[in-house]
C-alpha cells in the first residue's frame, strides 16, 4: 500500500473515531434536552398539577330541571345540552339529602358542596347563599362566579336557583310544584316555562315527567346550539334495584344526535326493570 493511501486510511479513521467520541454524543444530547422541553411542557408545579384552565372548553350551556315526588319521595334532575357528556358535571342526588344541578360557568364542585350543606339542615336558600359567598372566583375574566347557574333541591322538594347575570344568554330559570328549572344559551324564557308546564301536566314516574319536561324544552326551542347529550339522576333509599341501592334510575346518553329520545328509551326500559328487593322474613 503506498504511503498516500495509508495516510488517507489513517484520516479516515481519525475522522470515526472523532465521530463517535464527539458528534454522536452531542446530537444525543441535544435531542435528549428536546425530549426534557417536550415531557415538561406537559409537567406543572404540585399546586397546579392537573389544573383546568377555562380555555380548556366551552361553557356548559344546557337546560336542566330538579324534580320531586311528594308521593313517592324520590328526588332527582334531568338534563340535555349541546355538549359531550354533560350528565358527567351538571347532576347531583343523594339520597334523604337532596339533587343538584351545576352549569353555565360551571364550578362543579358546587354539586358536592350544595349536598353536605343540605345534610347540615340548611334551607336550599341558604345554600345558594354560602356557596356563591365561598366562590373565589379564580378565572373572573374568562369563566366569572357571575356567570354560574345551579339550583339545589332539599328531600322535601323545596327548592332554590340562582343565575348570574353574566350567564350566556338567553339565560334564567323557572320554579314550579315541585320543580325547577333552568338553562342558558336557550332560544328564549318560553324554555324553561315548558319545562315547568310539562312537569306539572304530565302523570306517572319522576322519570317520565323529568324527560317530558325535556322534550318540551326541546319543542319550545332548546339550545340555540342543538343537541348532543342527555343525562338522568333519580334517588331514593334502598329503592333501587339489588340490595341497599339508593339510585333508583342514573342514565346518560353521552354523544347523539337524538339525545332525549334515547333518554326516554332507556327510561322505557329502566322502568320495567325497576323493582325493589324485597325479602321475606324467614320462618
Not at 444525543?28 to 383546568?52: D, G
Not at 314516574?205 to 318540551?216: G, M, P, T
Request: hydrophobic share 45%.
Amino acid at each position: 500500500m503506498k504511503a498516500k493511501d495509508k495516510l488517507r486510511l489513517w484520516l479516515i479513521r481519525l475522522w470515526l473515531i472523532l465521530l463517535l467520541i464527539v458528534i454522536v454524543p452531542f446530537i444525543s444530547l441535544n435531542y435528549t434536552n428536546h425530549l426534557i422541553k417536550k415531557v415538561s411542557a406537559f409537567e406543572t408545579t404540585p399546586n397546579q398539577k392537573n389544573a383546568w384552565t377555562p380555555d380548556s372548553l366551552d361553557e356548559v350551556a344546557t337546560f336542566s330541571i330538579l324534580g320531586y315526588d311528594p308521593e313517592t319521595g324520590e328526588v332527582g334532575g334531568a338534563v340535555q345540552s349541546r355538549v359531550f357528556c354533560v350528565g358527567n358535571g351538571v347532576l347531583w342526588a343523594e339520597a334523604n339529602v337532596g339533587a343538584v344541578a351545576t352549569q353555565a360557568f360551571v364550578d362543579v364542585s358546587y354539586g358536592p358542596k350544595a349536598l353536605e350543606l343540605l345534610r347540615k339542615g340548611l334551607p336550599p336558600e341558604e345554600v345558594i347563599k354560602q356557596i356563591l359567598a365561598q366562590d373565589p372566583d379564580p378565572f373572573p375574566e374568562r369563566w366569572p362566579k357571575q356567570g354560574r347557574q345551579f339550583a339545589v333541591m332539599n328531600a322535601k322538594g323545596e327548592y332554590a336557583a340562582y343565575t348570574g347575570p353574566k350567564a350566556p344568554e338567553w339565560a334564567g330559570h323557572k320554579g314550579g310544584k315541585y320543580c325547577t328549572a333552568q338553562g342558558n344559551i336557550l332560544a328564549s324564557e318560553k324554555v324553561v316555562e315548558a319545562m315547568v308546564r310539562a312537569y306539572e301536566e304530565t302523570k306517572g314516574h319522576l322519570s317520565l315527567r323529568l324527560v317530558a319536561a325535556l322534550e318540551a324544552a326541546q319543542a319550545a326551542g332548546g339550545d340555540k346550539r342543538g343537541m348532543q347529550s342527555a343525562a338522568l339522576l333519580i334517588v331514593k333509599e334502598k329503592s333501587g334495584t339489588w340490595l341497599n341501592n339508593d339510585v333508583v334510575m342514573r342514565l346518560q346518553v353521552d354523544d347523539h344526535p337524538e339525545p332525549i329520545k334515547e333518554l326516554r328509551r332507556l327510561v322505557e326500559i329502566a322502568l320495567k326493570q325497576l323493582r325493589p328487593l324485597k325479602i321475606k322474613s324467614l320462618p
